[in-house]
């Protein structure tokens, strides 16, 4: 197949999710998957079916939720992965299975322990086995840049002649450089006769540095289906950044001539925040496209000459990618229909209870913070996004008091409310945070490790909004919360009892 249409396939809940630091939880996949969908992407892929009961539960959610996005669960070339493929997108709109077998000699020999004859019997087989369960089917051949060509042909034409629709070759160790990978798929593109019938798609790891490039070079040589993640997330040193390839695609189409894409790409900056928000990992500053820097001006010269013109020193425009030059500012004058509308124009709708619940902590807020900005009121809703906790199970923080000095152990005092019940403990710390952490473990009295803790001011002024990042595990696993507040403190104990009341969740 020869159109000019790329179809962008998001890995980011499947390869990205597999990155340390990266796991979600239901909930949270499910609003990345929307929020992917938004973005338009063509296959959002949700998963790994088979790997455990919480990842066959996220696919089927998502399943049933986007609409418009083709979902795709990932399955090892096994029946009994294939069957949990299928059962995971069955309500999906457009399912699809995407099976995969290593074919290097490296990976048949030490890892499968299987001949090439048997690898090629295996993808015939299990390709038409995915056949018969789901309409489409991808097929990928893992370590394909370190696959002997002859033989990877063989397999493609075998994976298209057993019923796959696309074929995907990974660059699964980021090992190729980008002209020779650009020749490998060229070389695909001719030798196998029966490549009219499927995409070739192309998966690139960033091992070198190369994944986008190598994305990039792949299309230029036929492949018409990439699959990349946001941000580059994904296994070791992460996938191609999905953002960096579409902008490369429209910044210059010259050079691409002309390839179409169904990318929204001004939904690009509100994708990645919401993943940098939901993982807590930050996005690096210098990032392409999407840090914080990739639009700002610092040198004299600079800036002298995007006033001139900004074509100067912008190939492409912040607002093309999402990024909004001006915020709105609003303040404890700014009513509840002001501040609902801003809240949809950034890309909140909210249900009427939850609306009231938020406004009444924007006021509480205006009434310490002069100027509320964009940002400080993303990071309200979104601290207040959280897992479905019910009502009755939740911890709700009362009143707190501190004492610490520079000659003493700090000590604070706690009071929680739960289902109408207060519960009062006082603890010492070696600092005052530590103090309240201690005091909120013993109400609560559920024990757990903080593995991460993090505070950053949300604007630059004095009286900006601290943002507290917390992680925290038990024995059954590890939970994040976000808390905010102009107090770091109260900031601090939000953000905990945020992680604590999911925790509790998942144990009852
Ligand atoms: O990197 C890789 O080879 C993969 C495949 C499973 C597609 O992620
Ligand atoms: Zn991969």
Not at 380 to 405: C, H, Q, Y
Not at 425 to 452: C, M, N, Q, T, W
Request: with cysteine.
């Amino acid at each position: 197949m020869n159109d000019r249409q790329i179809r962008f396939f998001d890995t980011t809940l499947r390869d990205g999710e597999q990155a340390p630091g990266y796991s979600m939880t239901l909930e949270e996949k499910t609003r990345m998957a929307v929020q992917l969908e938004a973005l338009g992407v063509d296959v959002l892929e949700a998963g790994f079916a088979i790997a455990s009961p919480g990842d066959f539960a996220s696919v089927r959610q998502i399943a049933r939720t986007v609409k418009t996005t083709t979902v795709a669960s990932l399955a090892r070339a096994l029946p009994k992965d294939i069957d949990a493929a299928a059962d995971a997108v069955r309500e999906a709109v457009h399912p699809r299975i995407h099976t995969f077998l290593a074919t290097s000699d490296l990976h048949l020999k030490v890892k499968l322990r299987m001949t090439r004859a048997a690898a090629l019997e295996r993808v015939r087989k299990m390709v038409a086995y995915a056949r018969n369960r789901c309409a489409e089917v991808e097929f990928s051949a893992e370590d394909a840049s370190r696959t002997d060509l002859d033989f990877l042909c063989r397999v493609v034409e075998t994976a298209i002649a057993a019923g796959a629709s696309v074929v995907n070759i990974p660059d699964t160790v980021g090992y190729s450089a980008s002209e020779e990978f650009h020749d490998f798929i060229r070389a695909i593109m001719t030798r196998v006769p029966n490549l009219d019938r499927a995409i070739l798609s192309v998966h690139c790891h960033d091992d070198l540095g190369l994944a986008v490039a190598n994305t990039l070079a792949a299309i230029r040589a036929g492949a018409r289906q990439v699959e990349c993640t946001i941000g580059g997330i994904g296994e070791r040193a992460g996938n191609a950044a999905l953002e960096e390839v579409v902008m490369g695609l429209r910044t210059r189409r010259d050079y691409y001539k002309e390839l179409s894409f169904n990318i929204r790409t001004t939904e690009i900056a509100r994708t990645a925040q919401l993943l940098s928000r939901i993982t807590g990992v930050k996005i690096a500053p210098n990032k392409a496209i999407v840090g914080a820097n990739a639009f700002a001006h610092e040198s004299g010269i600079h800036q002298h000459g995007v006033m001139a013109d900004a074509k100067t020193y912008e190939i492409m425009t912040p607002e093309s990618v999402g990024v909004k030059q001006t915020e709105l500012v609003l303040g404890k004058h700014s009513g509840q229909h002001a501040f609902e509308s801003r809240l949809r124009t950034l890309g909140y709708e909210l249900a009427p209870e939850q609306a009231a619940d938020l406004f009444s902590d924007f006021k509480a807020l205006a009434d310490r913070k002069k100027t509320i900005l964009d940002r400080d009121l993303v990071a309200l809703v979104e601290s207040k996004m959280t897992a479905r906790i019910r009502p009755e199970r939740e911890w709700k923080l009362d009143t707190f008091v501190v004492n610490s000095g520079n000659h003493m152990s700090a000590t604070a005092q706690v009071t929680l409310v739960r289902n109408g019940k207060t519960r009062q403990e006082a603890a010492l710390g070696s600092g005052p945070i530590y103090a309240a952490f201690r005091a909120v473990e013993k109400i609560i009295r559920h024990k757990f490790a903080l593995e991460d803790y993090r505070i950053e001011a949300v604007t630059e002024r004095r009286d900006a909004l601290g943002e507290v990042f917390v992680k925290i595990s038990d024995k059954r696993g590890v939970y994040r919360g976000r808390g905010v507040s102009t107090d770091i403190i109260k900031g601090s104990i939000l953000a905990l009892l945020n992680a604590v009341n999911r925790m509790l969740e998942v144990g009852s």
